[in-house]
């Protein structure tokens, strides 16, 4: 695959770039810019207000910053120095240097940075979380889910919500139209009864019934499709701060020197969890 490269930094006056291929920066990226690459994205320094699309890595030698509209998606692994009011989205895994604050961020991968300070922040990682500690302004400020693929919860409430609607609209149709008719959709030959004034508002009803069935079955697909594998693991070499909430799924250890408490941990049913700590004080929901 193709390189495009910049030798020194980028700026807003020279605009948005998109290639089909890898794109190099030497330097500095600042401004409001989106760079959308079919492979990889390699940039030297640091990023500020920068949107970055890669269907390969991302990895960026030194800070990215923004504000919270900024979105940092790769298909492959992403690596970064430090992170602050962005977006992280990745099917491979996250590893930073320094501190990760005030940020949203999904993987399916691991989250990894044995230096590295999170802060203020809701990460949503499968296959785990090794950190330096985890720290919180105010209560709730970090929630770490563990063990669940991020696609799949999107796909999931997206299709959910139309399901709701749908459902909605054909219970309001139906009481609308009252028991007679209700019998009517449900029963064809006694539908055919009635006459031709009622059929309209049956076929609606019917059309709502198969929008329904379909949805379930797509709901269902996914769950099929995106497997929650590996075990999650939460690893932190200081400590976890009073106000973390921790959602684990599937097989889950948690290994820390200290837990600042109470801190909210909320388990699947379904799965077995192992916690391993010194000094825990410790909240369970």
């Given at each position: 695959m193709r390189e495009h490269r910049i030798p020194g930094s980028l700026n807003q006056k020279k605009g948005d770039i998109e290639y089909n291929g890898h794109i190099r920066i030497d330097g500095d990226v600042r401004g409001y810019i989106n760079i959308k690459a079919a492979g990889?994205?390699?940039i030297g320094g640091d990023c500020e207000n920068t949107n970055l699309?890669?269907?390969?890595?991302?990895?960026?030698?030194?800070?990215?910053?923004?504000?919270?509209?900024?979105?940092?998606?790769?298909?492959?692994?992403i690596s970064l120095g430090g992170i602050r009011d962005v977006g992280i989205r990745c099917n491979g895994n996250l590893s930073t240097v320094i501190r990760v604050e005030n940020s949203n961020i999904n993987i399916c991968g691991q989250l990894s940075g044995p230096?590295?300070?999170?802060?203020?922040?809701?990460?949503?990682a499968l296959k785990g979380i090794l950190l330096h500690s985890v720290e919180?302004?105010?209560?709730?400020?970090?929630?770490?889910?563990?063990?669940?693929?991020?696609?799949r919860i999107e796909d999931t409430a997206?299709?959910?919500?139309?399901?709701?609607?749908?459902?909605?609209?054909?219970?309001?149709?139906?009481?609308?139209?009252?028991?007679m008719l209700q019998r009517a959709v449900r029963e064809r030959d006694y539908g055919l009864k009635l006459g031709p004034d009622i059929d309209t508002e049956v076929s609606r009803c019917r059309n709502?019934?198969?929008?329904?069935?379909?949805?379930?079955?797509?709901?269902?697909?996914?769950?099929?499709h995106y497997s929650d594998e590996a075990v999650a693991c939460i690893a932190v070499n200081r400590a976890i701060q009073s106000g973390t909430q921790i959602y684990?799924?599937?097989?889950?250890?948690?290994?820390?020197?200290?837990?600042?408490?109470?801190?909210?941990?909320?388990?699947?049913?379904?799965?077995?969890?192992?916690?391993?700590?010194?000094?825990?004080?410790?909240?369970?929901?």
């Amino acid at each position: 695959m193709r390189e495009h490269r910049i030798p020194g930094s980028l700026n807003q006056k020279k605009g948005d770039i998109e290639y089909n291929g890898h794109i190099r920066i030497d330097g500095d990226v600042r401004g409001y810019i989106n760079i959308k690459a079919a492979g990889d994205i390699n940039i030297g320094g640091d990023c500020e207000n920068t949107n970055l699309t890669a269907g390969g890595s991302i990895n960026v030698g030194g800070n990215i910053t923004g504000s919270t509209r900024n979105l940092i998606t790769a298909t492959d692994d992403i690596s970064l120095g430090g992170i602050r009011d962005v977006g992280i989205r990745c099917n491979g895994n996250l590893s930073t240097v320094i501190r990760v604050e005030n940020s949203n961020i999904n993987i399916c991968g691991q989250l990894s940075g044995p230096k590295t300070i999170l802060r203020d922040c809701h990460v949503t990682a499968l296959k785990g979380i090794l950190l330096h500690s985890v720290e919180c302004s105010g209560p709730g400020s970090s929630i770490l889910t563990v063990g669940v693929n991020f696609q799949r919860i999107e796909d999931t409430a997206f299709l959910q919500e139309k399901l709701d609607k749908k459902e909605f609209e054909l219970q309001h149709l139906l009481d609308r139209l009252g028991p007679m008719l209700q019998r009517a959709v449900r029963e064809r030959d006694y539908g055919l009864k009635l006459g031709p004034d009622i059929d309209t508002e049956v076929s609606r009803c019917r059309n709502f019934d198969k929008e329904i069935s379909v949805l379930r079955k797509d709901i269902q697909k996914i769950k099929e499709h995106y497997s929650d594998e590996a075990v999650a693991c939460i690893a932190v070499n200081r400590a976890i701060q009073s106000g973390t909430q921790i959602y684990i799924k599937r097989y889950f250890k948690m290994a820390t020197s200290n837990i600042n408490g109470p801190v909210s941990f909320i388990a699947n049913d379904e799965k077995n969890c192992i916690i391993k700590e010194q000094n825990l004080l410790l909240h369970e929901v």
